[in-house]
């Protein structure tokens, strides 16, 4: 199963905005809309911030937003928070699924 | 209010096996898709298989297939892992995770709720 991209750590501003990068290929993340993006915390439960590359399930604070271009989705945070330093997940659902390898989240 | 909770994670020789549970509440369990997913220490989220709502269908990602086996009870909202053959790659949190639905009832390609985890460590 082809691997998804992301960068290994990103880093922004208290109150700034920042974007994570996913980055697949036309057979699954340029193919479909059906990516989707986790947050993840030590000890916490992982949770879906962003799936169809770009609704927000209940819940979600509209901060976090979701996009598409190409082979690549992207997650951006606006407004950062402390509570943001995080680390993030893409996940592609089909034509398999497969997750990204982690984007540390950095607020500064 | 959804909650999944995970068991019978452990420490297991090489060549072993495990049975991990999770049990669900909070939602008509039978109307979703349920999901085994895993984090090995330090690194990222691996897929390792679905279920479907009356468990007709099956996924598994490869590098489990032929090793690992879902099921789930409807009647006592419970969904299973059963792993054999075990290996140290095999060693991660498991996490038990619902794949979404609509207020429609379609499938949401995404898990949409997890639990918080139960621990497999493979080591002799």
């Known amino acids: 199963q082809p691997a998804l991209t992301q960068p290994r750590s990103v880093s922004g501003s208290l109150g700034q905005s920042l974007t994570i990068s996913c980055t697949g290929s036309s057979s699954d993340v340029g193919g479909y809309d059906f990516v989707s993006w986790y947050q993840t915390h030590p000890g916490r439960a992982p949770r879906l911030l962003i799936y169809d590359v770009s609704k927000r399930p209940s819940g979600v604070p509209d901060r976090f937003s979701g996009s598409k271009s190409g082979n690549t989705a992207s997650l951006t945070i606006s407004g950062l928070q402390p509570d943001d330093e995080s680390e993030y997940f893409c996940c592609s659902y089909a034509p398999w699924t497969v997750f990204g390898p982690g984007t540390t989240v950095t607020v500064l | 209010q959804v909650h999944l909770v995970e068991s019978g994670g452990g420490l297991v020789k090489p060549g072993g096996s495990l049975r991990l549970s999770c049990v669900a509440s909070g939602f008509t369990f039978s109307d979703y898709y349920m999901s085994w997913i895993r984090q090995a220490p330090g690194k990222g989220l691996e897929f390792v298989s679905y279920i479907s709502a009356f468990g007709g269908t099956k996924y598994y990602g490869d590098s489990v297939k032929g090793r690992f086996t879902i099921s789930r009870d409807n009647a006592t909202n419970s969904l299973f892992l059963q792993m054999n053959s075990l290996r140290a790659d095999d060693t991660a949190a498991y996490y038990c995770?619902?794949?979404?639905?609509?207020?429609?009832?379609?499938?949401?390609?995404?898990?949409?709720?997890w639990g918080q985890g139960t621990l497999v460590t493979v080591s002799s």
């Open positions: 995770a619902r794949v979404g639905l609509t207020a429609a009832g379609a499938v949401i390609k995404a898990f949409d709720s």
